[in-house]
């Protein structure tokens, strides 16, 4: 099992709702758009994708993470190593 599964469903409201607003910003588009309102839009998406990755990261610490520190050895150090990863990538994104 992994660490959103419990959430699973509420993930998945928040990911359509992100493609809605992604659809949002396509109609924008083809609508000709102010482009000020377009990046507002940009903004706003951006925004909820960072906020889903970062739930999900705080999942996978508190679930993954965890239980591979609790084990110790090679495992617990890969994962550590694999969250650090995957906070340098969130950074810089």
Known sequence: MVGYTKAKEDHLRRLRRIEGQVRGLQR?????????????????????????????LERHMAHCVAEAAA?????ADAKIREASAAIARLVRS
């Open 28 to 56: 924008m588009v083809e609508n000709d758009a102010y482009c000020i309102d377009v990046l507002t839009q940009v903004s706003a998406a951006s925004r909820a994708l960072q906020a889903f990755a970062l739930e999900l």
């Open 71 to 75: 084990k110790g050895g090679a495992e």
